[in-house]
């Protein structure tokens, strides 16, 4: 049972373009929804987070938007870099609850 | 400060064989996760631990135990390994929310 359905499964996007990942959820009752940064080797690492009270977020390049009534929130990363090529997994979880549900990760490559 | 660590980093097993997975934290965190990551499935949750003493199924509990006897640390057992349980390996202690991964142990099972 896959909560949060996450798309595209790759994107590959050239040096200063947007690249935008998809996630959309089925439990109404998530209020917390963080996106995960993972380079190769490595563990995941919290990138940035929002709560349904705002319908974006910003922190750098980086910028969530959420969409309460269609359940779906989406990543944004502007001025992209070969840097920023990982795999980025979105998440969610109930309040009271610190257990993520992640959604099944989007390869980006960033081509100079 | 260490963060979360975790030993072996690789491991290959027979199957049938068994081995025991170390995670350890130093952020004095109340809870700790062990995940599960596949080519194309993300991260799943095997098992969970919301405090000393307490452990919880997750996702993807079969074929593996855990134990949290100390605050710090979080340990998964696979008592008969199976080919299926080929897998990378990653324990995470979390705080307000945010989690915080280790490095990940690599397990072939042949």
């Known amino acids: 049972q896959q909560q949060v359905k996450q798309s595209p499964q790759s994107l590959i996007v050239q040096k200063g373009g947007i690249p935008i990942i998809n996630c959309a959820y089925e439990n109404t009752a998530f209020d917390y929804f963080p996106w995960y940064q993972q380079f190769p080797g490595k563990g995941p690492a919290l990138l940035i987070a929002?709560?349904?009270?705002?319908s974006e977020k910003k922190e750098g390049r980086f910028t969530i938007s959420f969409n309460k009534s269609a359940k779906q929130f989406s990543l944004h990363i502007m001025d992209s870099q070969p840097g920023d090529s990982a795999t980025y997994f979105c998440a969610a979880s109930n309040f009271g609850n610190e257990k993520l549900t992640f959604g099944t990760g989007t390869r980006l490559t960033i081509i100079p | 400060n260490a963060g979360v660590t975790q030993t072996p980093k690789f491991r290959v097993l027979k199957t049938g064989q068994s081995m025991t997975l170390l995670c350890a934290q130093d952020m004095n965190h109340e809870y700790m996760y062990w995940y599960r990551q596949d080519p194309g499935m993300g991260l799943r949750l095997i098992h969970y631990s919301v405090g000393e003493g307490t452990t919880a199924k997750g996702e993807v509990p079969d074929g593996y135990n855990v134990s949290r006897l100390k605050k710090q640390n979080f340990l998964l057992g696979l008592e008969s390994a199976a080919p299926s349980q080929t897998s990378v390996y990653f324990c995470?202690?979390?705080?307000?929310?945010?989690?915080?991964f280790g490095p990940g142990t690599r397990l072939t099972v042949t």
């Open positions: 929002i709560r349904p009270d705002v």
């Open positions: 995470a202690s979390s705080a307000y929310y945010e989690q915080y």
